[in-house]
């Protein structure tokens, strides 16, 4: 019997452990200057989880600031054209600011006014991350700062400008390749010469303890609201829940609550142009154990240790390694990790258009490819996707890249 209350409450209280290991994974591998930082944001995030002051107050915003709880929908006429696997979709794209992002920042930002700071800084890559910060920042009267390496600030342009208007200033980072990789080493060292009026907002589940457990947190509500409303909707749990992972803060947001339930989880990872070295992201499926950027987790190393360069249509899925959590329910087998290709993740983004009236970002566009390919197999049942955040900002992208979708045809309606 499927069970309408919460079972995953045993699952949180074991893992992150003290020090902020899921298993061997996570841990704070960080310079000892910032030793007393990391301590202080631990202590502080350990106080207000437990107060009712700031649980409230993170609920009032969630509902009147971002709009939440956002829907649950079934797609019918895709589920109908694809055969009988019922596809229900968790709209991340309908939070304000348009993607699951904002709600760790939320999180992060009501953390920092607490902590009495008087500014965030983030590095952002393709410019999502500093969107939903600056966001996030305006809300609370906080600045902020948001390191960009010069060739993403190009690439990136309106969301360069969404920062500005928002209030945000966006630091360029002009050494090395200029981008994410310096922005982040850029971003740290302002850190590290701030914290005492600054706190550093990680833009996923990855990071030094305690991020992959904070933002974890502030993420599950996702999944959360997704198994109330799918349970309210139809009498059950969903057969399988599946999301796309980059860091992994959208899935293990949507995965989390789910862990105890009967549920099949898929975690889907960007396959890029295929299996080569350089031509994909699929840090679970192709990676191994290692530390980089301050926690022990399964990546795409070289001999050296080094990260491997990585690639993917999505630019908020190329990210050389998955939040620590991630590898402690790839080893449990508790979730499946599993990939698509750019073009499968094309084809699921236009047919998410035609057939249903949604644009979505290219990133659930993987995750949707993998729904797809459930249905394709005609497997009966159910399964809900994540669908993590809007299209709005890859449309230029797509049109000059992909066309509009036109030559696919997706009218044949059985
Ligand atoms: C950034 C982003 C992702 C990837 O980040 P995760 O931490 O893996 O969730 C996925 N979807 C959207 C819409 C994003 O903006």
Redesign the pocket.
């Known amino acids: 019997m499927a069970n309408k209350y919460r079972d995953y409450d045993n699952y949180i209280k074991e893992y992150p452990d003290a020090q902020g290991y899921f298993g061997k994974y996570g841990g704070a591998y960080i310079p000892p200057q910032l030793e007393n930082a990391f301590k202080e944001i631990n202590e502080a995030y350990a106080t207000i989880a437990q107060s009712a002051k700031f649980i409230n107050e993170l609920r009032r915003i969630r509902k009147e600031f971002q709009g939440r709880p956002t829907p649950v929908y079934h797609c019918e006429r895709m589920s109908n054209y694809l055969g009988q696997t019922q596809i229900y979709l968790k709209r991340?794209?309908l939070n304000h600011s348009?993607?699951?992002?904002l709600n760790h920042c939320m999180g992060e930002a009501l953390l920092a006014k607490y902590m009495g700071k008087k500014k965030v800084i983030a590095e952002t890559g393709?410019g999502?991350?500093g969107v939903?910060l600056a966001t996030a920042a305006a809300f609370f009267g906080l600045e902020c700062d948001i390191y960009m390496g010069e060739v993403d600030i190009v690439k990136q342009a309106p969301n360069v400008t969404r920062m500005k208007m928002l209030g945000a200033r966006v630091v360029p980072v002009g050494f090395g390749l200029r981008t994410l990789k310096e922005a982040v080493d850029a971003a740290f060292e302002a850190y590290m010469n701030e914290y005492e009026d600054a706190i550093y907002c990680i833009?996923?589940?990855?990071g030094p303890h305690p991020f992959p457990m904070m933002?974890r947190d502030f993420?599950t509500v996702v999944g959360i609201e997704a198994r109330e409303q799918f349970y309210e909707m139809t009498g059950h749990h969903p057969d399988a829940v599946c999301?796309?992972?980059?860091?992994?803060?959208?899935?293990?947001?949507m995965f989390v609550p789910f862990v105890a339930d009967p549920v099949e989880i898929y975690g889907v990872e960007p396959l890029g142009r295929g299996p080569k070295i350089g031509d994909h992201a699929a840090s679970m499926t192709y990676g191994s154990e290692g530390i980089m950027h301050g926690f022990n987790s399964i990546m795409l190393q070289d001999e050296q240790g080094q990260p491997q360069p990585v690639y993917s249509v999505?630019s908020?899925?190329d990210?050389p390694s998955?939040?620590p959590e991630h590898a402690l329910l790839h080893d449990k087998g508790r979730v499946k990790y599993v990939t698509a290709t750019d073009d499968e993740a094309m084809e699921a983004f236009f047919m998410l258009c035609r057939l249903e009236g949604i644009i979505p970002?290219i990133?659930?566009a993987h995750a949707l490819a993998y729904a797809i390919k459930v249905a394709r197999e005609g497997r009966p049942g159910s399964i809900l996707v994540n669908l993590?955040?809007?299209g709005d900002?890859d449309i230029d992208y797509v049109e000059e890249h992909y066309g509009c979708g036109d030559n696919y045809d997706f009218a044949k309606l059985r």
């Not at 833009?203 to 990855?206: A, E, I, L, P």
Request: proline content about 0%.
């Open positions: 991340e794209d348009g993607a699951h992002k393709a999502q991350h939903a833009g996923s589940v990855v933002v993420q999301a796309c992972v980059g860091g992994g803060s959208n899935s293990i947001g999505a908020g899925l990210y998955v939040g970002a990133e659930s993590s955040g809007r900002k």
